[in-house]
């Protein structure tokens, strides 16, 4: 689906895609939303949205070389964000049943992709 729409990118480490493809493998084969399947799709959620507000919000910062001063205040405001985000997930996760667990687990391989080959 999000190859037919326009999107933007944020680059992982390659480390992060074989980890997050193999937790979506994981969690897909044993079919169950129990607490041990939440806590792990909830630890990759939150990986990957730290990864995501780093490279929208803090890269352009450094590219910009900015000072200190504004990293920090940078770093304090996407803190901020995280750990309201962190909530929130949470929240959602707990809920889950096995077919939102699996509805998720499509999510999470949609939009992880490999390097183009150049």
Do not use: C, W
Not at 63 to 76: E, H, K, S, V
Not at 80 to 107: C, E, Q, R, T, Y
Request: hydrophobic share 45%; proline share 3%; no cysteine.
């Amino acid at each position: 689906m999000l190859k037919q729409q326009s999107h933007i990118v944020a680059p992982i480490p390659d480390e992060l895609r074989t980890r997050a493809l193999y937790t979506v493998s994981e969690l897909r084969s044993r079919g169950k939303a129990d607490k041990e399947a939440i806590d792990q799709l909830y630890a990759l959620i939150v990986e990957l949205t730290e990864n995501g507000l780093d490279f929208f919000f803090i890269e352009p910062l450094r590219r910009l070389r900015a000072g200190n001063m504004m990293m920090g205040m940078a770093n304090m405001g996407i803190s901020s964000m995280l750990k309201g985000s962190k909530m929130v997930v949470h929240k959602v996760l707990k809920k889950l049943d096995d077919k939102s667990l699996a509805a998720i687990l499509d999510f999470v391989e949609e939009i992880i992709h490999e390097p183009e080959q150049g």
